[in-house]
């Protein structure tokens, strides 16, 4: 599963919430903590100064305690539970506001002449409560706010700020060496895109120079190599026409023969392997694969009618294949000339396309491959180095290149291909 990316400003934005979010909401908790303190402090200090007055007037000769607002005598067994002073914060109806307003209250035990009493005072906080909750609430939409802006800010930032960067990753997504490929005209004030449009052309031209040189150096040497080989081809079939030299070496000379020949295709398909990779073919159509087949079945009858090979075929109308004709004929043939190569006349080679597959099989006495190692190059099907190996590997990368799959598999003596369009 491919890991999810994200863009550098949505990444930074995402960031700069994180810790705007962390400040604001440090900010509330530093905003929240002063004010408890100084709710603290002021209720403290008044409820100091009404103790004070208390105890003034309890210390007075003849002064009714009774006078006195929130005394109240208690039986000593009510406070054992309880420990004080107790504080508490407490909702109060007042009727002449028509309106329940919070109060600090705090209770302590006075010990007066008529007996063991609980004095209760409060305060007035709900202004400086109102004022704390206004406080966190303006935070907390400032943060919404601020973020909503943000992510607005960077989406619009990064359409057009990243306009330049994007048109050169676009460019390189379209390069390919040898296409005469023209790098995009970037018109941009930023530095770092300004040298990543300068770094791109010159990649390009150390690319396109080595490409040239390489393709010229591949080509030049497949194709000199043909001259010296067809000379000694033909030198090699004048000694087979003389019965004399070959009564004698008719094993190295044909050994010679054969080895030439080998050489031969070995350097045009290197060469053919070279302009793949290089990715020469891109003519991708989707094909019907039920005539190319038959053309090709067509081209080497007389192969198959030499050697006896029974070919059964359920080719559908409705198959197609997304790839370039040139590769798929060269696929198929490979393909083809393996299964012809390889296969025994005890059985049949049968070509199928069903279910969205092409599948080329053959019947061979020869144990199962190795899947892991048939499609290397120059190992051979039947384990050993050949040309044919080659053209096995051929045949993976052409479908490499077409996002097709291929397969191998081995049952009942069947050695079969299969070819497929690969999952995304």
């Known amino acids: 599963m491919q890991k999810k990316t994200f863009g550098l400003i949505t990444k930074t934005s995402f ?90 209250t705090k209770r302590i035990l006075v010990d007066t002449e008529q007996g063991l009493m609980e004095y209760t005072m409060r305060k007035n906080i709900n202004d400086i409560d109102a004022l704390r909750n206004s406080l966190v609430r303006a935070i907390i939409h400032a943060f919404i706010l601020l973020a909503i802006t943000i ?19 676009g460019g390189m997504a379209r390069y390919k060496p040898g296409g005469y490929f023209r790098t995009p005209n970037v018109s941009t004030s930023t530095s770092e895109f300004k040298k990543m449009q300068e770094l791109f052309e010159k990649m390009i031209q150390r690319t396109e120079s080595d490409f040239f040189n390489l393709k010229e150096y591949t080509e030049n040497m497949a194709h000199e190599i043909q001259t010296p080989l067809s000379i000694i081809r033909s030198k090699t079939e004048r000694l087979i026409a003389n019965e004399h030299v070959m009564k ?11 080895e030439t020949n080998h050489l031969s295709k070995l350097g045009n398909t290197l060469n053919l392997l070279t302009k793949i990779e290089n990715e020469e073919y891109a003519n991708v159509q989707n094909i019907n694969t039920k ?16 050697k006896g090979f029974t070919i059964k075929t359920q080719l559908d109308e409705q198959h197609y294949l997304k790839i370039d004709p040139i590769l798929f004929d060269i696929m198929l043939k490979n393909l083809i000339r393996n299964a012809l190569r390889y296969g025994s006349t005890k059985g049949s080679i049968t070509i199928h396309t069903i279910n969205n597959k092409l599948v080329i099989s053959n019947y061979s006495d020869s144990p199962a491959l190795d899947p892991g190692k048939i499609f290397d190059r120059f190992t051979g099907s039947n384990g050993t180095k050949s040309a044919m190996g080659l053209g096995l590997a051929l045949v993976k990368r052409i479908c490499e290149l077409n996002n097709l799959s291929v397969n191998y598999t081995h049952s009942d003596n069947e050695h079969t291909f299969t070819i497929h369009p690969a999952k995304a």
């Open 248 to 258: 004698y070496h008719a094993p190295v000379i044909k050994s010679i023969y054969e």
């Open 15 to 104: 960031i700069y919430l994180a810790f705007i979010l962390i400040a604001f909401f440090a900010t509330a908790g530093f905003i929240i903590d002063k004010t408890n303190r100084y709710i603290e402090e002021d209720t403290e200090e008044y409820f100091s100064r009404k103790e004070g007055r208390l105890q003034r007037n309890l210390h007075r000769k003849n002064y009714d305690s009774s006078r006195i607002r929130g005394l109240e005598l208690i039986n000593p067994h009510d406070t054992v539970n309880k420990t004080y002073p107790l504080y508490q914060d407490t909702l109060l109806y007042i009727n002449q506001i028509d309106e329940s307003l919070l109060f600090h």
């Open 291 to 306: 005539e190319p087949i038959l053309q090709h079945l067509e081209a080497v009858k007389e192969i198959i009618d030499l």
């Open 151 to 169: 992510g607005v800010f960077s989406f619009f930032l990064s359409g057009f700020l990243f306009r330049p960067f994007r048109k050169i990753l």
